[in-house]
């Protein structure tokens, strides 16, 4: 079985947050993956109790915490959800594959700022980075650094859409 810890750097739910879940709800009767919902503590627990889904958080997103959440869950993947957290798992471990997936594209990522020079020196370490558009990669300052990338798109799980919240006839049920 493969140890998969998906790390984020929130403690609430939204767009990238649903990503993760979705993505664990879908292999979570795989019986080749035991996947780990890695977040700061806060309101995202309730929805992850909801979901059925392995978790452990911290207070605190930083080097000490992910250190020792790593010692403790010994994942065979970390798959890291932003910036952050991508960046702290690469100085935590060298050894374990790190997937660096980007959810946004904010606009310190095209100058030279410590930011934006801390995930150029943690690339090293990631065996992809993934984005959500092809603009996060073309507008990152080092995108000459990123050795291998992959633009995806998110997944949307069907089941979820609950055509009752629908309040007017010509609502949508969905818009992608």
């Keep these: 079985m493969i140890n998969v810890v998906h790390i984020l750097n929130t403690n609430s739910y939204s767009g990238a947050e649903n990503v993760v879940i979705t993505i664990i709800n879908k292999l979570k009767n795989n019986i080749n993956y035991n ?21 452990y958080l911290v207070d605190k997103l930083n080097y000490l915490t992910l250190k020792k959440a790593i010692s403790n869950l010994n994942p065979d993947v970390i798959h890291c959800h932003d910036f952050t957290a991508s960046i702290l798992a690469a100085l935590v471990t060298k050894k374990i594959p790190i997937i660096s997936h980007l959810h946004h594209n904010p606009l310190w990522i095209q100058s030279r700022n410590i930011k934006s020079l801390a995930y150029k020196y943690s690339l090293k370490y990631f065996d992809i980075v993934l984005g959500v558009s092809s603009s996060i990669f073309d507008e990152y300052k080092y995108n000459n650094k990123i050795r291998n990338y992959k633009v995806i798109s998110n997944p949307v799980d069907l089941t979820q859409i609950k055509p009752e919240k629908i309040e007017k006839e010509n609502d949508f049920d969905i818009i992608f």
Aim: charged share 30%; net charge negative.
């Design 35 to 55: 996947m780990i919902y890695l977040a700061i503590e806060g309101p995202i627990e309730e929805i992850l109790k909801e979901n059925d889904i392995n978790y």
